[in-house]
Structures are given as structure tokens and as C-alpha cells.
């Protein structure tokens, strides 16, 4: 369902990502170079960006990845789905 949903190109503090949201999942897969990347400091960035392209929140915990790709579950207001 991801890979089929359409991305949303988003900045979040230097970091670019293509982020493709379906029902309650996001994705965020980061596209800029950058050699001293690090999950404990890409992956609040990636799920920023999920948030920001989704207009919904990131489930507690459900925040998964490396410094180049992310997942997470969503949880979204009633008037959003």
C-alpha cells in the first residue's frame, strides 16, 4: 500500500525526505547525502516529517528505521481519514 501511495517531498532541518502515507502507516526515506547521518538524529527528523505530511501524529513507540528510511503507525483525528 506504501509504495503505491504518492510521495510528499518534506524539510525538516536540513534533512529531505519523500514521505508516502497510507491509512494509518507513513513512510519516510531520506534523499539528501549526508555522510555523518545518524538514526538518533535522522529519525526524529523522519518523523517529524511523516507529521507534517500526514496532518496526523506518530503512534507512541511505533517510530522504526535508520538514517535512511523510516517507519511508523499513525494515529489521526476522525476528520482527517
Known amino acids: 500500500p506504501l509504495a503505491a ?3 510528499t517531498r518534506v524539510t ?3 534533512s529531505r525526505f519523500s514521505v508516502r502515507v497510507a491509512g494509518n502507516a507513513a513512510q519516510a526515506v531520506r534523499l ?4 555523518g547521518a545518524r538514526p538518533a538524529t535522522v529519525l526524529p527528523r523522519a518523523g517529524i516529517a511523516m507529521e507534517r505530511a500526514s496532518g496526523c501524529r506518530i503512534v507512541a513507540g511505533s517510530l522504526r528505521g ?3 528510511m523510516a517507519e ?3 494515529t489521526c483525528p476522525k476528520d482527517r481519514r
Open 5 to 7: 501511495a504518492p510521495p
Open 12 to 14: 525538516v532541518e536540513g
Open 32 to 35: 539528501n547525502f549526508d555522510l
Open 66 to 68: 535508520d538514517a535512511a
Open 72 to 74: 511508523a503507525r499513525l
